[in-house]
């Protein structure tokens, strides 16, 4: 049988908020398709170009900046090195001047209001974040390509299998919990040392954990920027950032210019519950504020839930003593792992499965690394992704105006502190005498989702989306 292949950087991966599903995944199709017409020597050749976006894209897109992706992705830029803060301007030069510079060398007529469509009352059947790209060449002849976002940046082509197109031969192939469990007994390996292991089926261990290493670092920048930066975030609905005041708050008013001394005057201020808690939820606002304005975040396993392993892993730097870069490897490897699992075995799509496939996914991650980064055994690890997401099964995904802010940013928090509870939890319990596996807890979440009504699956045609009156500016 073969295995479907999922890297510690397929989950984690670097890019621009706010959605990994509906800003990063059409990013990516859209500059793999411009690639594709590279590769077959169309790109000269094209005339003219449509999009169309269906369902859950076109449904909250615009909330979501997928037509901003999805023209960003077309003109060549990389959503890992390109200047988020040259954004509104290239934006509003396509607008302005109708024109589109296809992978930054062949300029064609594009009307954003005309030639980008979003059909609101349409929908594939293979996955809700669909899109199909409509290309003309001058020989007349036409092409239509379609892609599928099925979550955390992933990107389907119809007709492909995996969203990852990374197949290699693992020496520890892994789909399930039990999977993972029985390598670990097998070889004594823990979590985060067996996915090493296959990771070094992709590139030297050296190159793995400077990779790891570089994604935590773009992390703690999310992190520090939220935290200092003030002000509304974008989109109409008028919700003020509160990291940075709570931060201020928290230091008593002081401030630090650089990274190192500022945690050092966090580290100094104790370790009591209160403070301890309102800094966990510090560090996830200030994340998806950043995420919201379309700021560099990480992927962790989707920009929605991007705060909660940042978090987490920042509270067990600050206030669990490791602040240590192996300790930091250790802790992203594993989580990595869980979030794969999540992936294969059910989904890690809002438009999939509600925001239990987000911030329920994101919060078993950092249950399970935080454990084991602890010292808690595998079984305990394993014990503590299986509590984080049993309390958070059937959270629905009801974005307010479509944009990842109400009640999305908050919902950070609230992962976040579920996870350090999990941790706790298992590594205060005997694994052998749970009740529930972890496997067990991934297949009820599919289950869910399955049930779960199409309103509350990043729709906005549900829940707080309808009951909180809003007015948002035209698109």
């Known amino acids: 049988m073969a295995h479907e292949c999922i890297s510690v950087f397929d989950i984690f991966k670097i890019g621009v908020g706010p959605s990994s599903s509906h800003t990063l995944g059409p990013w990516r199709a859209a500059l793999r398709f411009v690639e594709e017409l590279k590769e077959k020597g169309r790109l000269q050749d094209t005339i003219q170009l449509k999009v169309l976006l269906y369902g859950s894209l076109a449904k909250t897109g615009h909330g979501h900046g997928t037509d901003i992706a999805v023209l960003m992705g077309l003109s060549g830029e990389d959503p890992v090195t390109c200047d988020v803060n040259l954004l509104d301007s290239k934006i509003d ?14 300029e064609i007529d594009f009307d954003p209001l005309m030639d980008l469509e979003f059909l609101y009352d349409e929908s594939l059947p293979f996955h809700p974040n669909a899109m199909t790209l409509l290309v003309s060449f001058s020989n007349e002849e036409q092409i239509a390509e379609t892609y599928y976002s099925i979550g955390g940046g992933f990107v389907v082509k119809e007709g492909d299998h995996t969203g990852t197109g990374n197949q290699v031969d693992l020496p520890f192939p892994i ?4 999977q993972l469990l029985q390598w670990c007994i097998k070889t004594g390996y823990s979590i985060s040392e067996l996915v090493l292991e296959n990771e070094s089926a992709w590139r030297p261990e050296t190159a793995t954990k400077e990779g790891v290493l570089n994604t935590w670092n ?37 401030t630090y210019t650089d990274f190192s001394s500022w945690i050092e005057a966090i580290r100094a201020g104790g370790n009591h519950f209160g403070y301890t808690l309102d800094w966990v939820s510090c560090f996830a606002l200030a994340v998806n504020e950043e995420n919201a304005s379309f700021g560099r975040v990480v992927t962790a396993p989707t920009n929605g ?31 990595s792992e869980i979030g794969s699992i999540f992936k294969k075995r059910s989904t890690i ?30 079984r305990q690890a394993l014990m503590a992704a299986e509590i984080a997401m049993e309390h958070h099964l059937g959270l629905t995904c009801d974005p307010i105006g479509g944009l990842v802010q109400v009640p999305c940013i908050e919902r950070n928090t609230m ?10 939890l298992a590594l205060q319990s005997n694994p052998e005498l749970a009740k529930v596996s972890l496997d067990a807890v991934v297949k009820t ?31």
């Open 93 to 106: 030069d396509i607008r302005r001047h109708k024109k589109l510079k296809l992978g930054s060398e062949m």
């Open 175 to 178: 789909d399930t919990a039990q």
């Open 218 to 254: 773009v992390m703690q920048s999310c992190i520090y920027r939220g935290c200092h930066t003030t002000g509304e975030l974008p989109g109409g609905l008028k919700v003020a950032r509160r990291a940075a005041a709570l931060n201020k708050k928290l230091l008593k008013g002081r």
């Open 305 to 335: 839930a991007a705060g909660v392993i940042p978090a987490v892993l920042q509270y067990f730097i600050v206030f669990c003593d490791g602040h240590d870069d192996q300790k930091i490897i250790q802790f992203i490897l594993t989580a």
């Open 349 to 378: 799509s809002a438009a999939m499965g509600g925001c239990q496939a987000e911030i329920g996914v994101s919060s078993a991650m950092a249950a399970a690394a935080l454990t084991e980064a602890l010292g808690g055994t595998q």
């Open 415 to 424: 992962g976040a502190i579920k996870a350090i509870t999990a941790s706790q």
């Open 445 to 475: 979440m599919w289950d869910t989702a399955l049930d779960m009504n199409s309103k509350y699956k990043e729709t906005s045609d549900g829940g707080l989306a309808v009951n909180i009156p809003i007015s948002l500016p035209e698109c």
